[in-house]
């Protein structure tokens, strides 16, 4: 199998994007970059330290200029933080040189997964179930506009989620070439 463009996926935290990403990656044999931890290292310190001192617009801002230099790179799988996709900029950058796949997840399992960690900036709240299902509801729509659709499943392994993401991207000649669907 050959990629062509990198495959970024988006989606609510929780949603599976870096476990899948790295599976995913490992399938296609090409690497796996999370823009969280490319901002991570540059700035030296975590994301919620970079929300507390200098403000979500400016992560956003760091965040959206990390994933275009991604993008320019060599096609791979990349994992974007859930606000990634919002900005009207990025989703451009990522329809034009990249495809982008939602890992669509209900309220109930992105609740499961994120409810102990504590390195959720936009969950530090004094309601962060309540939090999570109004972000939810506000971002549905824009991560709807992805190119391509994978709904998550509890019973779901990694791999078999990946596998899904694989089926999708192999009916994309564009993206994929040589995967059997």
């Known amino acids: 199998m050959k990629l062509h463009k990198t495959v970024v996926l988006v989606g609510m935290m929780g949603a599976g994007k870096t476990a899948v ?12 970059l999370d823009s969280d931890e490319e901002i ?5 310190m975590s994301i919620a330290e970079i929300f507390e ?4 617009a400016f992560f956003r801002d760091r965040e959206a200029e990390v994933i275009v230099r991604l993008l320019r790179g060599k096609p791979g799988v990349l994992s974007v933080g859930g606000g990634a996709f919002l900005r009207a900029q990025t989703r451009e950058m990522i329809s034009e040189l990249g495809v982008s796949v939602w890992l669509k997840a209900d309220l109930d399992l992105l609740w499961s997964r994120v409810r102990q960690k504590p390195t959720r900036p936009l969950l530090m709240t004094s309601d962060p179930q309540a939090t999570l299902a109004q972000l939810l509801a506000q971002r549905e729509p ?3 506009k992805a190119d391509l659709v994978v709904e998550t499943q ?25 995967a059997s669907t």
């Open 21 to 32: 990403g790295k599976e995913l990656a490992r399938m296609l044999a090409v690497p796996f």
């Open 53 to 56: 001192r200098d403000g979500e």
């Open 154 to 178: 509890p019973a779901y392994a990694i791999a078999d989620t990946a596998r899904a993401v694989l089926a999708q991207l192999a009916l994309r000649a564009d993206v994929l070439e040589g």
């Open 40 to 44: 991570v290292a540059a700035a030296a």
């Open 142 to 144: 824009v991560y709807a």
